[in-house]
């Protein structure tokens, strides 16, 4: 499994420019900027969020980030500048994932704490000490200096069962940020 992280909370409060909500989102609705020029395709509708692809970057936003107008739904951003502040929020997130952050499942709970990153992977001593190695693309880096992975402590002892101490391969369920 490999986790998916869309970038959306970093950027989130950001983005949630235009309050009003769009109704009727469908996968492939064309997103545009207030000027009509094109941002993003919508790829997916999430909950409360849609799924949208730009030229560069698959990003999670609330639906309250755009309103309908036309058949189209209309994003307070061009292009370029939602690639520039998923990208800034990407490097951001990046910069917490160093040796000695603590790492937290998906439910905020701590399961251990990263020993190190080399070759884009992450070696973690999980709380009841077993190691594992996570491509560091599984894991998303927060404000708080903390970096969460997106499996909750069970589901990470599930995981490692068996495991004894030699640093485990395990890919988190989908998890790009950007692409």
Do not use: C, W
């Not at 999430?46 to 949208?52: M, R």
Request: aromatic content about 2%; charged content about 15%.
């Amino acid at each position: 499994m490999r986790l998916q992280i869309v970038t959306s909370s970093a950027i989130a409060f950001a983005l949630a420019i235009v309050a009003t909500p769009a109704a009727g989102q469908a996968v492939g609705m064309l997103v545009v900027d207030t000027s009509g020029a094109p941002v993003a395709t919508v790829m997916a509708v999430k909950g409360d969020n849609l799924q949208i692809k730009t030229d560069k970057h698959d990003v999670l936003l609330p639906k309250t980030s755009f309103r309908v107008d036309k058949g189209k739904l209309v994003f307070a951003m061009s292009q370029a500048q939602l690639d520039a502040q998923i990208e800034a929020a990407v490097a951001a997130s990046q910069k917490a994932i160093v040796a000695g952050a603590t790492l937290t499942g998906s439910a905020g709970t701590a399961v251990g704490k990263i020993d190190s990153v080399e070759n884009s992977q992450a070696t973690i001593t999980l709380t009841s000490g077993k190691r594992i190695a996570v491509p560091i693309t599984g894991l998303r880096g927060n404000s708080d200096g903390t970096v969460t992975i997106g499996y909750t402590a069970d589901q990470i002892e599930a995981l490692t069962s068996g495991n004894s101490g030699t640093p485990a391969s395990t890919t988190p369920s989908g998890s790009t940020a950007g692409k």
